[in-house]
Structure formats: C-alpha cells, structure tokens
C-alpha cells in the first residue's frame, strides 16, 4: 500500500507560479512511475504530466508543456509539480499519483487526497 499526501495548492493570478509536492510512503518509491492528474469542474480527470520510475523519462499533456516541470526525489521519496505561467484554465483539483509500473497510467494503482489550485484572471 502507498499513502500519498500532497501540498503546495492555493489561489494565484494568471501569470503566476505554484509548485505542488507530493510525499510518499509505505512502499519503495523507486519501484513506482509517479504522477499529476487534474480534474476541473465539470471535466473528466485528465493526466498532467507523468515521471518514470528512474525520472530519466517524463511526459506533459499538450496544454502545459512548457510551463509545468515535473522532477522526483526518490531519497526523500518525493514528486514535484512547478508550474509557472499559470492560466485561469489551469484552474482545478490536482491530484499524485503512483503506478507500480514504468510509466503512469491512465487509471494508477494509487491516488492522494488531491490539492485545489485556483487562478484568477
């Protein structure tokens, strides 16, 4: 079992910056690809960018890529989410996410309790 717990949500302006950490625990977090997904209101969830186990390959859904950078610090068994450039569509529930697999998929082994980013225009 793995226990995910993230912080790091608030309220920005457009243009603005927030980096979301998740920590880890219960299981080598190593042995899990590690994720962000997001879900607006109203909207399905959707991913938001995804790390392997090793964090040598990482993936970014078209509307962040090049704002958002995800990074993972497997000693302190950490995920990281910054995202710079907010835009008020960025607006939604941010949720970690963990898969006992290479790579993130769309429905993960585990989720955390998720964290609310709002960006004001």
């Known amino acids: 079992q793995v226990q995910l717990v993230e912080s790091g949500g608030g309220l920005v302006q457009a243009g603005g910056s927030l980096r979301l950490s998740c920590a880890a625990s219960?299981?080598?977090?190593?042995?899990?690809?590690m994720g962000w997904f997001r879900q607006a209101p109203g909207k399905e969830r959707e991913v938001v960018a995804h790390?392997?186990?090793?964090?040598?390959?990482?993936y970014y859904a078209g509307s962040v890529k090049g704002r958002f950078t995800i990074s993972r610090g497997n000693a302190k068994n950490t995920v990281n989410l910054q995202m710079n450039s907010l835009k008020p569509e960025d607006t939604a529930v941010y949720y970690c996410a963990a898969d006992d697999r290479q790579f993130v998929r769309s429905r993960p082994d585990y989720w955390g309790q998720g964290t609310q980013v709002t960006v004001s225009s």
């Open positions: 790390i392997s186990r090793s964090g040598g390959s990482t």
């Open positions: 219960g299981r080598t977090f190593s042995d899990y690809a």
